[in-house]
T-cell receptor, first 110, second 114 residues
């Protein structure tokens, strides 16, 4: 069964600090992996999309990594801001199927 | 571009009633997705259209749910009859053809079935 596991479920960090979110998957075959940011009451917004051959992709202060051999991905947030408070969802696609993680809720405090 | 447009933004209805959610994708996008999001189950893909044709509807929970895309600029998700467990936020998203491209989500429709 295709699964996507995210950790931690939630975390609280101080403004200006860094944090890393984890995503482990068992999806096969693998097409791509994407990270979404979802603010409360809004639709998800794509941060990165990574294919099999990509190890790292950045979008501003967000950097995603992918290890296709171990089927692990991480999302690193640098110098966190209050606006980074949101849910971050990992999604893995396989052909025309999408598998979703439950998300990590990040709270940034001043 | 106005982005993906969904209507209504909020819908409250009684159990047994028919509910129709509407979506206008971004112009030029050939793929359209309907999602459901709840606290318990997170984000789930219900159905995926490519060039107005349903490609994968395996996420549609049961026969009470149906989706149509009569043309490239409009799609509907219908629930008939609605049940309290259908209460959720329903998102529509669009993208260029296939799953390799970024999906743009609409603001969602919050459905409450009493």
């Amino acid at each position: 069964k295709n699964q996507v596991e995210q950790s931690p479920q939630s975390l609280i960090i101080l403004e200006g600090k860094n944090c890393t979110l984890q995503c482990n998957y068992t999806v096969s075959p693998f097409s791509n992996l994407r990270w979404y940011k979802q603010d409360t009451g809004r639709g998800p917004v794509s941060l990165t999309i990574m294919t099999f051959s990509e190890n790292t992709k950045s979008n501003g202060r967000y950097t995603a990594t992918l290890d296709a051999d171990t089927k692990q991905s991480s999302l690193h947030i640098t110098a966190s801001q209050l606006s980074d408070s949101a849910s971050y969802i990992c999604v893995v696609s396989s052909d025309y199927k999408l598998s979703f993680g439950a998300g990590t809720t990040v709270t940034v405090r001043a | 571009d106005a982005g993906v447009i969904q209507s209504p933004r909020h819908e409250v209805t009684e159990m047994g009633q028919e509910v129709t959610l509407r979506c206008k994708p971004i112009s030029g996008h050939n793929s359209l997705f309907w999602y459901r999001q709840t606290m318990m189950r997170g984000l789930e893909l219900l159905i995926y259209f490519n060039n107005n044709v349903p490609i994968d509807d395996s996420g549609m929970p049961e026969d009470r749910f149906s989706a149509k895309m009569p043309n490239a600029s409009f799609s509907t998700l219908k629930i008939q009859p609605s049940e309290p467990r259908d209460s959720a936020v329903y998102f529509c998203a669009s993208s260029y053809p296939g799953l390799a491209y970024e999906q743009y989500f609409g603001p969602g429709t919050r459905l409450t079935v009493t």
